[in-house]
């Protein structure tokens, strides 16, 4: 186990450092699934009390990412595929209102900068750089988040997204993403909405959102199970 260092953020207390700190680790994998935090060692590896450790693994329990293991600490929880679905498809619907949205309010100037994000993925696509392609269609659908001109749903999207971004990279070592295809996704997506088709747009990315990971089920059941 490899935990990050605090923050220096100074508008932070002590036990949201600590949040931060072991969430990006378990994020990041550094911290895998099934793993235990035990509050006394993960104080004495920061040089700190236990009572912002502990307040931390309270935070982190909330919103999903650990259960309680008694007062010794924490267990990194294990999502099962079930739940992974779940998440995907709530994530779907809600993609979708955002491509619903962006039709309302993007400007010429967004609708070019979209255009350029894809742009962008497919030189990476082009040059075998897959890794940066991923995360030109994650710019891209951050982008429209924003310009939907609703935080509220965003921070909702970036929550849920987290939660499956856990287990992407381990469905990656199992199966090689299909990247172009993602790419003629949200292509097809920026097309329905210049064209000012909510319909498409939507029907297009909840699609998106979800066919990667139906596709790849049994790897999940392979990872996960």
Request: charged share 30%.
């Amino acid at each position: 186990m490899t935990l990050p260092p605090l923050s220096d953020n100074e508008s932070h207390t002590l036990t949201e450092k600590v949040f931060d700190a072991l969430k990006e680790a378990i994020l990041s994998m550094d911290i895998k699934p099934r793993e235990h935090l035990i509050i006394g060692d993960v104080a004495k590896h920061y040089g700190i009390s236990r009572t912002p450790v502990r307040e931390a693994l309270i935070m982190l329990e909330q919103e999903g990412w650990v259960e309680s293991d008694g007062r010794r600490g924490a267990q990194v929880t294990t999502p099962s595929v079930k739940t992974i679905m779940e998440l995907i498809e709530i994530q779907g619907v809600l993609e979708g209102y955002v491509a619903r949205k962006a039709i309302e309010r993007m400007t010429a100037a967004d609708l070019e900068r979209a255009e350029a994000i894809l742009n962008d993925a497919d030189e990476a696509i082009k040059a075998g750089n897959e890794q940066r392609s991923r995360e030109l269609g994650g710019d891209f659908h951050k982008f429209l988040a924003e310009r939907a001109g609703n935080r509220r749903l965003l921070k909702i999207i970036k929550s849920i997204e987290e939660q499956v971004d856990r287990i992407r990279p381990l469905i990656w070592r199992h199966g090689a993403a299909p990247v172009e295809q993602s790419a003629q996704h949200h292509r097809a997506i920026l097309n329905a909405i210049i064209a000012g088709d909510a319909a498409k747009a939507t029907e297009i990315m909840f699609h998106h959102t979800v066919w990667f990971e139906e596709e790849l089920a049994a790897k999940l059941e392979q990872v996960l199970g």
